[in-house]
Nanobody
Framework: QVHLVESGGGLVQAGGSLRLSCVASGSILKINTMAWYRQAPGKQRELVAAITSGSTNYADSVKGRFGISRDAAKSTVYLQMNSLNPEDTAVYYC??????????????WGQGTQVTVSS
């Protein structure tokens, strides 16, 4: 079983910054992809940013403002969010795709962390 613990959410004024962290632990042989999703009230969950061993990709709405990074040694993924605006308000979820010690592929979600941007 894999457990994800997120931190770093909160309330920030428009134009401000926040940094989210997500630590993965458990039966992980190898992490393939770490990503951040978000879900605003009344909307579907959407991909914000993802990182693999060799590349990153971002939603168009956050390009140039958000940066995703990973510390492989700590099984941790970060999301640096700059120039936040009220449209970024949502619950942010960490997602990890990994290979277990038995060779199976797993997909786990964090519990979510609230990000609220005031105007």
């Amino acid at each position: 079983q894999v457990h994800l613990v997120e931190s770093g959410g909160g309330l920030v004024q428009a134009g401000g910054s926040l940094r989210l962290s997500c630590v993965a632990s458990g039966s992980i042989l190898k992490i393939n992809t770490m990503a951040w999703y978000r879900q605003a009230p009344g909307k579907q969950r959407e991909l914000v940013a993802a990182i693999t061993s060799g590349s990153t990709n971002y939603a168009d709405s956050v390009k140039g403002r958000f940066g995703i990074s990973r510390d492989a040694a700590k099984s941790t993924v970060y999301l640096q969010m700059n120039s936040l605006n009220p449209e970024d308000t949502a619950v942010y979820y960490c997602n990890v795709i990994y290979i277990t010690w038995t060779g199976s592929v797993g997909n786990s979600w964090g519990q979510g962390t609230q990000v609220t941007v005031s105007s």
